[in-house]
């Protein structure tokens, strides 16, 4: 299916586009099955063989790998509950609702919870009056300057890898999304409870069968690896060399998409994980698209293929920019501050 894209570069906006990518928009019930299929069953069995090893005392040396591999496929797992969040994994509403009712169990995420944040993001990112809601704490450089002392230490705290990677993920997947906040509407606040009362479950269901300290050996090493590559996934797709971002009233939803948004070119192994994700610059202009036909977009599409990929060489640099410049209207590290 190719798409023409009609009118050139400079004429588009981002309604024609996004009209123009429509014919993609649209839910295909085979191949979501097949993605449940392919995704759930290795992730059930890995779960049956870690119980076995663990429980007749393997080796940490022969049970890690499967704990990475197990960890890429609630990773996986995750992209379908983040297809749900958008409604665009079936083509039923229902169905959407409760597969991302169900994945968000698994990854010890509220469905409504994070639905609301995430749209929010959506409508918000790229966006420096907007900042907040979503997305990763980023101060301008003036606004670092002037902040207090204290301000500026948690910033670097929190832009530091072996927190924002380590410990960040940790504390948002298994604690800060435990909380019911008052501001949050109804359906949030019993999404939340909802999510909290299943883990409960699950963890009573582990202690009369397989023992709690057995699933807790299994369970938290695979939900903090999978937390520490969807966070730096996550990461990339908005913070890197050359990105786009701009005040309230200079900002531009096409430029946002297209230039505020990655294409993280991955290896075909991971791009399968990451169920296209690294396709994020397409994602941005038309969230209703599946992640099943995001590639199938872009191979139709030459204008998408325009945007210069992000290599995951390139990808490591992000780590170190950690303030927007507008005066440059670039990313820049801490040390260069100092010139």
């Avoid at 099955?33 to 022969?62: C, D």
């Avoid at 968000?104 to 959506?122: A, D, E, K, M, S």
């Amino acid at each position: 299916m190719a798409v023409d894209t009609g009118a050139g570069p400079d004429e588009l906006t981002i309604h024609s586009l996004r009209q123009r990518l429509l014919p993609y928009a649209v839910p295909d019930h085979s191949r979501a099955v097949l993605q449940l299929i392919n995704t759930f069953v290795p992730y059930l069995l890995l779960w049956v063989i870690l119980i076995y090893m663990i429980r007749n005392r393997y080796s940490l040396i022969v049970i890690s790998p499967l704990i990475l591999l197990a960890s890429l496929f609630l990773l996986r797992i995750f992209i379908l509950f983040h297809d749900c969040v958008h409604g665009s994994f079936f083509a039923s509403q229902r169905a959407n609702t409760i597969l991302g009712y169900v994945t968000g169990i698994l990854t010890f995420t509220p469905f409504r919870y994070w639905q609301h944040n995430h749209l929010t993001h959506h409508g918000t990112y790229a966006d420096l009056d907007q900042r907040g809601v979503g997305d990763i704490w980023t101060l301008t450089v003036e606004e670092y300057r002037s902040a207090p002392r204290l301000k500026r230490i948690g910033y670097r705290i929190y832009r530091n890898p072996f927190v924002l990677l380590g410990l960040g993920p940790g504390y948002f997947f298994l604690i800060a999304q435990r909380f019911i906040h008052r501001w949050k509407t109804r359906d949030e606040r019993h999404s939340v409870a909802f999510t909290n009362l299943a883990i409960v479950m699950i963890l009573w269901l582990a202690h009369i069968t397989v023992g709690l300290k057995t699933y807790l050996v299994i369970q938290l090493p695979i939900i903090l690896a999978a937390g520490a590559m969807g966070v730096w996934l996550f990461y990339v797709q908005h913070q890197f060399e050359g990105v786009y971002w701009a005040r309230h009233d200079e900002w531009d939803p096409l430029k946002a998409a297209l230039k505020g948004s990655s294409y993280y070119r991955l290896p075909k192994v991971l791009q399968w994980f990451t169920g296209n994700i690294g396709l994020h610059h397409i994602h941005h202009v038309l969230p209703r698209i599946p992640n099943y036909k995001l590639q199938q977009c872009y191979n139709d599409i030459p204008f998408l293929q325009e945007v210069r990929p992000l290599t995951i060489r390139r990808s490591l640099k992000s780590l170190h920019l950690n303030l927007w410049d507008e005066r440059q209207k670039r990313l820049v590290s801490f040390r260069s501050l100092k010139s």
